[in-house]
C-alpha cells in the first residue's frame, strides 16, 4: 500500500536563500528610482541656476546699455551732434535707437512744461528736459506678434539742464558740504557749533552729537519714487521731507581750490616739497613754518611729531592731478601726532589772506591725539582743462580733532570728540563766484524705473 501521506522534506536554507534574493531585488529597485529621482532633482536645480544666471545676466547687460544711452545722448547734446531747437513744451520723442537686433537702446526725450517749477525765466523748453534710455537684450522666444520677447529689460531716466557750467572759486556758506555722505559715529558725539550743513547726496548718523543748524540733502535713495526723500537725511524729522531731495535742494557745487596759486606761493616762499612729506625723514618732534607749505604726493606725521604752520595753509597735491586713479595727495596725522594751523589777529601784512587752512587732493585723515585748525579744511576741489570736477577724497575726523572754518569733501567723517565751530563772519569774506566752462546739459537727478 502506498503512503501518500509521506512527509516531504522542506529545505529550509534554500527558502531562506530566494527570500533574500527578493529583498535584494526590492532593493535595488528602490535605490534606482531614489538615485534616479536626485539625479532629477539636480538636473532641474542646475538647469535653474543657470537660468536664473542668465537672466540676471541679461539685466545687468541692459542696465549697462540704458546707461550708455544715457551718456551717449547728453555727449551727443553738448557737441552739437543732437539739436533740440525745435522741441516744444511737453513734447516727447524718440532721440536714438542704437545697437542691433540682439543688443540696443532706446532713448526718448521730453521737454517740461512751461509752468514746470523748476524753469526760470526766459529759459527755452529744451532748458529742461527729462531723458529715458531702456536698455534691451532680446531673446530667441516670439511673441504673439512675432516680436522678439526682451531676455532683459531696464530703463534709466535723468532730469538734465541745460545752463551756463558755474563752479564756485571760495564759497563756504556751510559748516560741512560734500559731494557724497556726511556719517556721524560715537559716543561721546561730534559737535556742530553754528552753521549748516548739506550732502549732495545723504546723511547718515550713527550715534550721538550736538547740532541746532539745518541738515539738508540733494540726494534720491534706492527705490526712489517710492522712498521718501527723506530716507537718505537722517536728520529730516519734517513730515513731508522739506530738507531733502533735488526737487527741494538743488546739488551745491563744490568750492574750487586754487591749487597752482598756492603752490606757486609756496615756491616763492621756499616752503615747496616736490616728494611728499614724512615726518620720520626730518628732525622728530616739533615742525614749524610759517605761510603756504605746498607738498606734492603724500604728508604723513607719525606718533611724537607734531607740524605748526602759522598765517597759513597746508596745500597737498596728487603727482599727477589729470589721472583719476592716482592715489596721492594724500593727509595723514596718526595717532599720537599733532596738527596746529593758526592766525594771527589782526593778520599781518602779506600773509595768506585766504579762507583755507588745509587742503588735498586726495584724502584726509586726521587721526592726531589733537589737532586745531583755523580755516577751511576740504580735499578736492580741482577740474580738469573741459571744467569737470575731479573726484576728491574723504576727510576722517577723530579723537580730538576741531575745525574753526568749514569742512567741504568728497564724503566727511566725524567721530567722538571732534568738533566743527563755523566761522561765518569771516567766510563772509570769500563770498563769490568764478564761472568756468560753457553752456551744456548737465545730469541733476537719475532714478531708475
Do not use: C
Not at 100 to 124: L, M, S
Not at 296 to 315: H, K, M, W, Y
Not at 366 to 374: D, E, I, R, Y
Amino acid at each position: 500500500m502506498i503512503n501518500i501521506f509521506k512527509p516531504v522534506k522542506v529545505n529550509k536554507n534554500d527558502h531562506i536563500l530566494k527570500s533574500q534574493k527578493g529583498a535584494a531585488l526590492l532593493t535595488v529597485i528602490i535605490f534606482t528610482v531614489v538615485l534616479v529621482s536626485f539625479v532629477i532633482a539636480i538636473l532641474k536645480m542646475a538647469g535653474n541656476d543657470t537660468q536664473l544666471s542668465a537672466m540676471q545676466r541679461d539685466s545687468t547687460k541692459a542696465f549697462y546699455l540704458a546707461e550708455a544711452g544715457i551718456e551717449e545722448t547728453i555727449w551727443k547734446l553738448n557737441t552739437g551732434d543732437i539739436s533740440l531747437d525745435d522741441l516744444n513744451w511737453g513734447e516727447e520723442l524718440l532721440l536714438l535707437h542704437e545697437g542691433n537686433p540682439d543688443e540696443y537702446y532706446d532713448v526718448t526725450i521730453r521737454a517740461y512744461p512751461e509752468d514746470d517749477p523748476r524753469r526760470g525765466a526766459g529759459d527755452n523748453p529744451k532748458d529742461w528736459i527729462a531723458i529715458e534710455s531702456q536698455g534691451v537684450i532680446a531673446s530667441n522666444r516670439m511673441d504673439a506678434d512675432g516680436e522678439r520677447i526682451a531676455a532683459g529689460k531696464r530703463t534709466v531716466a535723468v532730469d538734465a539742464h541745460f545752463a551756463l557750467t558755474q563752479h564756485t572759486t571760495t564759497i563756504y556758506d556751510k559748516a560741512i558740504l560734500t559731494q557724497h555722505m556726511i556719517t556721524f559715529q560715537g559716543n561721546p558725539g561730534a559737535e556742530i557749533i553754528g552753521g549748516d550743513i548739506h550732502s549732495n547726496y545723504g546723511i547718515d548718523v550713527k550715534g550721538p552729537f550736538t547740532f541746532d543748524g539745518i541738515a539738508t540733502t540733494s540726494g534720491v535713495p534706492d527705490g526712489w519714487p517710492d522712498t521718501s526723500y527723506s530716507s537718505l537725511n537722517d536728520l529730516d524729522n519734517t513730515p513731508n521731507g522739506d530738507f531733502s531731495g533735488p526737487e527741494n535742494w538743488q546739488p551745491m557745487d563744490i568750492p574750487a581750490v586754487p591749487y597752482d596759486d598756492l603752490k606757486a606761493m609756496a615756491i616763492a616762499n621756499g616752503t615747496y616739497f616736490a616728494n611728499g612729506y614724512d615726518s620720520k625723514n626730518y628732525s622728530r618732534g616739533e615742525q614749524t613754518f610759517t605761510g603756504i607749505v605746498y607738498v606734492e604726493g603724500d604728508v604723513i606725521f607719525r606718533n611724537g611729531d607734531s607740524l605748526i604752520i602759522t598765517d597759513g595753509a597746508l596745500i597737498v597735491g596728487k603727482n599727477n592731478p589729470d589721472n583719476p586713479n592716482d592715489s596721492s595727495g594724500t593727509v595723514e596725522f596718526k595717532n599720537g601726532s599733532n596738527l596746529t594751523i593758526q592766525r594771527s589777529d589782526p593778520i599781518p601784512e602779506g600773509a595768506y589772506p585766504g579762507p583755507l587752512g588745509l587742503a588735498a587732493m586726495g584724502n584726509i585723515l586726521l587721526h592726531a591725539s589733537s589737532s586745531a585748525v583755523n580755516g577751511v579744511v576740504q580735499s578736492g576741489g580741482y577740474y580738469d582743462a573741459d571744467g569737470n570736477l575731479m573726484p576728491g577724497g574723504m576727510v576722517d575726523f577723530r579723537n580730538n580733532s576741531r575745525v574753526v572754518g568749514a569742512v567741504v569733501a568728497e564724503e566727511v567723517w566725524m567721530h567722538n570728540n571732534t568738533t566743527i565751530e563755523y566761522d561765518g563772519e569771516y567766510m563772509e569774506n570769500f563770498q563769490h563766484v568764478t564761472t568756468i566752462g560753457n553752456e551744456k546739459f548737465v545730469k541733476v537727478s537719475w532714478r531708475e524705473i
